[in-house]
């Protein structure tokens, strides 16, 4: 005939039981606890990455804003440079002085039909 | 066991009380400082990285009908000084000086000023910047402002205008169309890191204001070029005041050309007088003299009152009408209505008037657009002068005949001529083809406008022939004629008003010629009129050569196939190198006068000719009277064998 249990010992074993589930459900509000903290960390250093990158972009907009304007003004300055070099007045004075042309005569220009 | 956990508690009650004591405080002051202070702490952080930045409007181009840039703009940048905050005013002034080559002293007074901010240089050039940005001098600030810049210097200055400084249109086509060409401007908060740059965290969108339209012109830069020299070549030969030359195409209205002189460079429009920048073509109005004519004999034409062949008696050369005597240049008996235009004749031109009347002849000046403005989109037109036929006195009529008392711009000459040369339609004239938005939109379009039928087809051909008489041999205008077309023309030589002592102002005139070429399918009307010349007054002499040359020079650029067929083509280069003439003999020395280029006699008077001809030992043969109309060899060209000069001459 198998031993009875005793009392002490079936307390001992339910005290055992109730311990074991209570650390169970104390380990799992801890990892909810720590993956809510790690998610909000997460999103905390996400928000501040998300930050730095507008700032960095900002500088890079910046920067490449700043080299249109260049370039844009680069480009005016050359037409105007390309205007002036190549106005009327200065071709017909260097075409004349230099190069030692003259406006065509009679009969050097034929217009065809 | 027990102490020990009492004593956990109480270590966790001190740790409770003193985290709640700091989140109170943190709170505490969190609240200080973004409920109590908050309002002006971001005040504070907002004038530290934030800053308005203000975009500048970005103007449009003026480009000629080819897209050759008239007018562009640049960013320069301007210096300024905060003179309270600058520490050491007499060493930053000798800096500045040195580099914006300033007076010294000058500078250092600004920079002493009780004015909170003075400008020390505006549009500076780049490299100016660059040392003045190495400088880095507290209270020394540059600004990017718009700059001007009109590349082809003086060319169609009047017509194009200038801005102010703060890239405002002030005259010429940049006022008129200032509205279109000046683009937007704006402001955009931005922020700014610890340095003072830009962090664009709210993109360029606030940075981009939408810019000015181009202007696209209906002038051509090369005709332009051409009549602007011709013009300035001919008010320096005879020594006169000032100049208009127009070239329109009779069938658009559209302005080719619109020279004046004095010259204006709107580059340095504030050292330039008033005088330089009068657009004289729109804004001066002259009595038009000869060229008057035509529109009488349009009107009779018309009206049928005459015939081309009907003859009239000229008087030989005196006519007394209401009280006056009207000379005529030449003496004529009788004239056959075509010649009157041929050969100018005021009384045979007076005689046309008579049968006509008054009040029909007003008609026609009317139809032609004088007696108000043409419409032209040019700031500053006139409307010329014109009065009722009620208040014309007997001899009026025939003063306007030969158009004195009446007061037309050059501009109204060139479009009532167009008129004929078209058939007979009065248009409107334009030197704006279309203002072209940023994103191609057309904002404007002239197209060819049509302001009324003057004259029927018929008049205007008939009309267009006699016209070819004046550049005929016989005409008053031969030397408007063009080799290879056909030219219908009149010129003017026209009395200038005495406005001091009233009456017309003794050897003062205006010389003109206005005329259409090929005449028979004009592509060019072209009126040049030069104010005051000295050596000679003659609209045939001193206009004429300029209309030949600009309508030569115009028609070659536009491609226009000659009607008659010109002389063979010179090979290029034959005539380049000029050999020095064999002598006869081995032992003679001849003055070889083949490499020099033979001299300009054309506008001399007889004894001027004569005596330049004796003067370079050359034998001149002599036709007519008067002043050198014609010369051969031409000016420029090379002597003949015989070296001799055959001059032509009338007037």
């Known amino acids: 005939m198998a031993a009875k249990p005793s009392v002490k010992g079936l307390r001992s074993q339910n005290r055992a039981r109730v311990n074991r589930a209570d650390r169970r459900r104390r380990q799992r509000h801890l990892i909810v606890f720590v993956l809510s903290t790690l998610g909000l960390i997460g999103v905390a250093l996400l928000h501040v990455w998300l930050r730095l990158q507008v700032v960095h972009m900002g500088y890079v907009l910046s920067t490449t804003s700043k080299l249109q304007n260049r370039l844009e003004q680069e480009n005016r300055e050359l037409k105007v440079e390309l205007a002036t070099l190549t106005s009327p007045d200065r071709l017909e004075a260097m075409s004349r002085k230099r190069l030692g042309l003259r406006p065509p005569e009679k009969g050097q220009v034929i217009v065809l039909p | ?651």
């Not at chain 2, 080819?66 to 000798?94: C, F, K």
């Open chain 2, 1 to 651: 066991m027990r102490r020990s956990y009492r004593g956990d508690r109480l270590r966790l009650g001190v740790a409770k009380v003193l985290f709640l004591v700091l989140f109170v405080v943190v709170g505490g002051r969190a609240f200080q400082l973004q409920v109590l202070q908050g309002e002006r702490l971001k005040r504070l952080a907002e004038r530290q990285h934030l800053k308005e930045w203000i975009v500048l409007p970005k103007r449009g181009a003026v480009l000629d009908r080819t897209g050759e840039p008239l007018a562009l703009s640049l960013e320069a940048q301007s210096v300024y000084a905060r003179p309270h905050r600058i520490q050491d005013p007499a060493e930053v002034s000798r800096a500045l000086g040195k580099i914006l080559n300033l007076d010294v002293g000058e500078v250092k007074q600004k920079m002493t000023s009780e004015k909170p901010f003075v400008w020390i240089k505006r549009q500076i050039g780049p490299q100016e910047a660059e040392r003045i940005q190495a400088l880095s001098v507290e209270g020394i600030g540059m600004f990017y402002e718009p700059n001007r810049y009109y590349p082809q210097g003086q060319l169609a200055g009047q017509l194009i205008g200038f801005v102010s400084r703060d890239s405002e249109g002030l005259e010429g086509l940049e006022l008129h169309y200032n509205d279109y060409i000046r683009g937007e401007t704006g402001s955009s908060v931005i922020e700014r890191d610890a340095l003072g740059r830009r962090v664009l965290v709210q993109g360029v969108g606030g940075l981009q204001m939408p810019p000015g339209g181009d202007i696209h012109l209906t002038l051509d830069t090369s005709i332009q070029h051409l009549a602007e020299k011709e013009l300035e070549a001919t008010i320096g030969k005879y020594r006169a005041k000032a100049g208009v030359a127009i070239a329109v195409d009779p069938f658009t209205g559209e302005v080719l050309a619109l020279a004046n002189y004095p010259s204006f460079d709107p580059n340095n429009f504030a050292k330039q007088s008033a005088q330089q920048r009068r657009n004289r073509a729109v804004a001066d109005s002259f009595e038009p003299g000869s060229t008057f004519k035509t529109i009488l004999a349009a009107a009779a034409l018309e009206e049928g009152v005459v015939g081309k062949e009907d003859l009239f008696y000229c008087e030989m050369g005196k006519y007394s009408y209401a009280g006056k005597v009207i000379h005529d240049t030449h003496p004529h008996a009788w004239l056959p209505f075509h010649k009157i235009l041929q050969v100018s004749s005021n009384i045979g031109i007076t005689k046309v008037a008579e049968k006509l009347k008054k009040e029909r002849y007003f008609k026609y000046i009317e139809k032609f657009g004088f007696g108000q403005p043409t419409g032209v989109d040019v700031p500053g037109e006139v409307s010329g002068l014109l009065r009722k036929p009620e208040s014309w006195s007997a001899i009026d009529l025939a003063t306007h005949a030969f158009g004195q008392g009446i007061a037309a711009t050059p501009m109204q000459m060139v479009m009532a001529y167009a008129a004929i040369a078209n058939g007979g339609f009065l248009m409107r004239p334009h030197v704006v083809r279309r203002v072209v938005g940023p994103k191609g939109e057309v904002l404007v379009e002239n197209q060819p406008h049509v302001v009324r039928r003057v004259i029927s087809e018929k008049t205007a051909r008939s009309l267009a022939s006699m016209l070819k008489g004046v550049t005929n041999e016989g005409g008053t205008g031969v030397m408007a004629s063009v080799e290879g077309f056909e030219v219908a023309g009149k010129t003017g030589t026209a009395q200038k008003a005495d406005l001091t002592h009233g009456g017309y102002a003794a050897g003062k005139r205006v010389a003109s010629f206005v005329g259409f070429v090929p005449a028979d399918d004009p592509k060019l009307v072209v009126i040049v009129l030069v104010d005051e010349p000295e050596v000679n007054v003659y609209g045939g002499v001193v206009a004429a050569p300029v209309f030949r040359n600009i309508a030569r020079g115009a028609l070659r650029h536009l491609a226009v196939a000659p009607q008659k067929p010109e002389l063979v083509p010179t090979p290029i280069g034959a005539t380049e190198f000029p050999r020095r003439r064999a002598t006869k003999k081995a032992t003679e020395v001849v003055f070889d006068r083949g490499a020099e280029a033979v001299p300009d006699f054309v506008g001399l008077s007889l004894r001027e000719a004569v005596e330049k001809a004796r003067a370079l030992r050359v034998k001149v043969k002599m036709h007519g009277n008067g002043y050198v109309i014609r010369q051969s060899p031409a000016p420029g060209g090379r002597w003949s064998e015989e070296e001799i000069l055959v001059l032509n001459l009338q007037g």
